[in-house]
């Protein structure tokens, strides 16, 4: 490989890059809005406050609220009920979240299964409230108690998990979509032809293409994380976030390699943005980058694994958010290094130098 043609080439590309300003907005000012809107609706993401209606006398709740009223004000607003049929309508509508009458010894709660998490809370904020009288109506103290620890500090919000997963589907899709669009683009316009038959070599061109992605992506990176440090996001990096780096590395050039393989197959730019697509938005969703895999069916966590996407955003989490150490990242960055490899042997033999 010449150096001198490599760091032209490199030059050439980065500025053409710059100049692009869709590549620019896709590459920069998508993640960022992502950030901004997920960021924004997770910020204060807490236990939701209930909204419980009273109807009649409620003697067990009346009593633990008087117990206990910084702690259950926290969690409930309670406010009086007209009728039952008036409650049970206001639960069904939204405006309330559970309704609450006591039949004798019986404490019954009427609640709406809509928003599950809160329907959680309902049963689990009441049972702990029966529980509660049923012990000291015995005068017997429970034979067993359970005793919780969270295993991350417990200042982490849920910034700290959202980060690396917009931050993964924004690498991801600058790898692809800049390898596959690019390529494309370079044969249609001959350029590839002329590359081929001008003194420069084909690793001078490869070389200085990944160069270029990668340096890219590392800035896309830090731009990405000076964001979502501020004040208004409060993104908090642990010791081991520096390994994120080589894990960006190791996904753009997995990214990267499905975009030559795209690029290899499409005709046209439109096709490969049509096909790049299709690969990257269901991998974002199937393999965690804007869903969390424990809130997916068991199927959607199988698959994911065939999906780079999992390692790259996995690999983030383990050193920024979770506090594992640099190790921790090494798996990840030994899939995708060898996911790009296969990928990239697959392109090769499709790759054409014209188009046909």
């Given amino acids: 490989m010449n150096l001198q043609s490599f760091r ?3 030059r050439a590309m980065a500025l053409g890059y710059v100049r692009d300003r869709t590549a620019l907005i896709f590459t920069i000012l998508i993640p960022v809005l992502f950030l901004v809107l997920f960021g924004s609706i997770y910020k204060n993401s807490t236990t939701p406050k209930l909204s419980i209606l009273e109807v009649g006398k409620v003697t067990l709740v009346d009593q633990a609220r008087a117990a206990s009223p910084g702690e259950l004000g926290k969690i409930l607003t309670v406010t009086p009920a007209g009728s039952l049929a ?3 309508s206001d ?3 939204g405006t309330d979240d559970a309704a609450v009458q006591q039949r004798g010894n019986r404490l019954v709660v009427h609640y709406s299964a809509a928003d599950p998490t809160k329907a959680a809370v309902v049963n689990s904020v009441f049972s702990t ?3 509660q009288f049923n012990l000291a109506a015995t005068g017997r103290p429970p034979a067993y108690r359970l005793v919780s620890h969270q295993v991350e500090d417990k200042s982490l919000k849920a910034i700290q998990y959202l980060a690396p997963g917009l931050l993964g ?3 991801a899709s600058g790898g692809a979509f800049g390898a596959s669009i690019t390529l494309v683009g370079w044969r249609h316009n001959k350029l590839l032809r002329r590359l081929r038959l001008s003194p420069v070599s084909v690793s001078s061109v490869v070389a200085a293409r990944i160069w270029v992605g990668v340096a890219l992506a590392v800035v896309q990176m830090f731009a990405f994380l000076g964001i979502a440090t501020t004040p208004y996001f409060g993104l908090k990096l642990t ?3 520096w390994m994120a780096i080589p894990v960006v590395i190791s996904g753009t050039l997995a990214f990267m390699a499905i975009g030559l393989l795209v690029g290899a197959a499409a005709k046209s730019q439109q096709a490969a943005s049509a096909v790049a697509n299709l690969i990257i938005l269901p991998m974002a969703f199937l393999g965690g980058a804007f869903i969390p895999l424990e809130f997916a069916p068991d199927w959607v966590r ?3 694994y065939v999906m ?3 390692y790259l955003v996995t690999g983030m989490q383990n050193v920024m958010a979770r506090g594992l150490g640099p190790a921790s990242a090494l798996p990840s960055i030994g899939i995708l290094l060898g996911f790009a490899v296969v990928v990239t042997l697959i392109a090769v033999r499709v790759f054409q130098w014209d188009e046909i």
Avoid: D, N, T
């Fill in 8 to 10: 032209s080439l490199s």
């Fill in 86 to 88: 008036a409650a049970l």
């Fill in 91 to 93: 639960v069904r509508k």
């Fill in 129 to 131: 409230i029966v529980e």
């Fill in 169 to 171: 589907w924004a690498i």
């Fill in 239 to 241: 010791a081991s976030w």
């Fill in 302 to 304: 199988q698959v994911s």
């Fill in 308 to 310: 780079p996407l999992r």
